[in-house]
């Protein structure tokens, strides 16, 4: 399916009027001379650590333990983020890290 000209400047015109209506949203709702909703923070310290943690079973979920390479990719992968994370506290780092080498790993070792 191909979109004419005019289809395309509609449907990014909708596309950027909408991403901009969505950053502002935050600003009208909650403005600085307002103090910002107890659950509002709460959400805001919590939503990090949630999402981060449905990243990590939404990846590891189709781990097979019972056929070659038995989850080891995954299992070294993980471990080198926790570590490189404990000891360097370095989230980009660790993540970056683990990612490369879980690369490397399915793609050079575990053929």
């Known amino acids: 399916m191909t979109f004419t000209t005019g289809q395309s400047i509609h449907f990014f015109g909708i596309i950027s009027i909408t991403t901009i209506f969505i950053r502002i949203l935050p600003f009208l709702i909650f403005p600085d001379h307002k103090e910002t909703p107890k659950y509002i923070t709460y959400l805001g310290k919590v939503f990090p650590y949630a999402t981060i943690g449905?990243?990590?079973v939404y990846c590891l979920k189709d781990i097979s333990f019972k056929a070659a390479p038995f989850g080891l990719p995954e299992i070294i992968s993980v471990g080198v983020i926790?570590?490189?994370h404990l000891w360097k506290?370095?989230?980009l780092l660790s993540i970056g890290a683990g990612t490369v080498l879980y690369m490397v790993l399915v793609q050079?070792?575990?053929i």
């Open 108 to 110: 050079l070792i575990f």
């Open 54 to 56: 449905m990243l990590v």
């Open 82 to 84: 926790a570590l490189l």
């Open 89 to 91: 506290k370095n989230t």
